[in-house]
C-alpha cells in the first residue's frame, strides 16, 4: 500500500517530514521492547569488564542516555495518540505499522471505519508527532 497524506487537509506537512514521522510510528512497536530490554536487562560482559582498553566506560550512563532517548520518542507517540478518538486508535496504529485499511475485527464490532475516516486520524495522528519530534 502506498501512504500519502490527504492534500486538502490543515494538518498537511512537507513530505519529507511526513516521512520522519511515519518512521517514528512505525517504530513504536520496537521502541516499547527496547525500552523493556534496557529496563530489565543485564549489562554485557564487556561492559562490565571494561573492554576494550583505552576507553573508559560507565555502562550505566550509557543505558540512561539511551533510555531517555526511547523514552522521549514514545512520549510524543503517545501524547499524540491521546489526541486520536480512543475507538480510532487501534485502526489508525494497524494502518501505520501493517499496513492495513480496516481490521476485521473492527468491522465486526459496534463500530464503523472506512479508508477515508482512517486516513484523517492517520494524518492527524502523524502531525501531533511530527510537532512535538521533528524541528
Known amino acids: 500500500m502506498q501512504d500519502y497524506q490527504l492534500k486538502k487537509s490543515r494538518y498537511w506537512m512537507e513530505p519529507t517530514r511526513y516521512r520522519r514521522a511515519l518512521a517514528i510510528v512505525r517504530d513504536y512497536d520496537r521502541l516499547k521492547a527496547t525500552e523493556q530490554a534496557i529496563l530489565y536487562g543485564s549489562p554485557s560482559r564487556s561492559d562490565v569488564t571494561g573492554a576494550p582498553r583505552g576507553v573508559p566506560s560507565d555502562p550505566t550512563a550509557q543505558r540512561a542516555l539511551r533510555l531517555e532517548r526511547i523514552d522521549d520518542d514514545l512520549r510524543a507517540i503517545e501524547a499524540a495518540l491521546a489526541r486520536i478518538p480512543r475507538d480510532m486508535r487501534a485502526p489508525v496504529l494497524e494502518n501505520i505499522i501493517n499496513g492495513r485499511q480496516c481490521p476485521a475485527w473492527f468491522l465486526a464490532g459496534k463500530y464503523n471505519c472506512s479508508a477515508r475516516t482512517i486516513g484523517?486520524?492517520?494524518?492527524?495522528?502523524?502531525?501531533?508527532?511530527?510537532?512535538?519530534?521533528?524541528p
Request: hydrophobic share 55%; aromatic share 14%.
Open 120 to 134: 484523517k486520524w492517520k494524518q492527524r495522528l502523524l502531525w501531533e508527532v511530527a510537532e512535538r519530534m521533528i
